[in-house]
């Protein structure tokens, strides 16, 4: 069965510090997606990166970064210069093939991640 | 285009009663996931409906069940409300090939009293 671990419950920064957000995930698929969303206080989970598992290129999207490591099971989310707007909670994901073309979803706990000005 | 959208957004029962949830997808999106988050159990799977047929379900009691449209609408109910019920649920929607990326909704806060 397939798990995504991510060990920081909560992680509190102040403003322009950089953070980096852990996940671990075990799966025995070859081929599988991870995948980091955001949840405001709103509830609703924002996408943000989507990452198949033979492509193990960072990626940058302007103060995002991720960071996959297929040796160590990681994808590691990272934000420079922190900013009030990014406190949310972060959940990393791992997508199963559990049929022909469609998977489902599992999620890690989630990092609440707290911006203080 | 219109992100997903649910109703209720928020809903008050008492044990005993049964709820139906609504989910509208992404227009274009022919496959529907719902999720259940709690503080004690987090995101859990609960169903995905792909050309109005459950492909998918997890590890729910039969009182949880659901339904989609031709329109590629989806209903949730819960039969039987339980204290445990109480939680956000969230609608997902994505094309249903390939592991395409889910969207979600705003979710629906559930309240069982």
């Known amino acids: 069965a397939q798990k995504v671990t991510q060990a920081q419950t909560e992680i509190s920064v102040v403003e322009k510090e950089d953070v980096t957000l852990d996940c671990v995930y075990e799966t025995r698929d070859t081929t599988y997606y991870l995948f980091w969303y955001k949840q405001p206080p709103s509830g609703e989970l924002v996408f943000l990166i989507r990452?198949?598992?033979?492509?193990?290129q960072n990626e940058i999207s302007g103060r995002y970064s991720w960071n996959f490591q297929k040796s160590t099971s990681s994808f590691n989310f990272t934000i420079t210069a922190s900013q009030v707007v990014d406190s949310a909670v972060y959940f990393c994901?791992?997508?199963?093939?559990?049929?022909?073309?469609?998977?489902?979803?599992?999620f890690g706990k989630g990092t609440m991640l707290l911006v203080s000005p | 285009k219109a992100g997903v959208t649910q109703t209720p957004r928020y809903l008050i029962k008492t044990r005993g009663q049964q709820v139906t949830l609504s989910c509208s997808p992404i227009s274009g999106h022919r496959s529907v996931s719902w999720y259940q988050q709690t503080p004690g159990q987090g995101l859990q799977f609960l169903f995905e409906y792909f050309s109005e047929t459950q492909r998918n379900k997890g590890n729910f009691p039969g009182r949880f069940s659901g339904r989609q449209f031709s329109n590629s609408r989806s209903e949730m109910n819960v039969s039987t409300l339980e204290l445990g019920d109480s939680a956000l649920y969230l609608c997902a929607s994505s094309l249903g090939y390939n592991q395409e990326t889910q969207y979600f909704g705003p979710g629906t806060r559930l309240l069982v009293l």
């Open positions: 994901a791992l997508s199963e093939a559990v049929g022909s073309g469609y998977s489902t979803l599992t």
């Open positions: 990452r198949n598992s033979f492509d193990e």
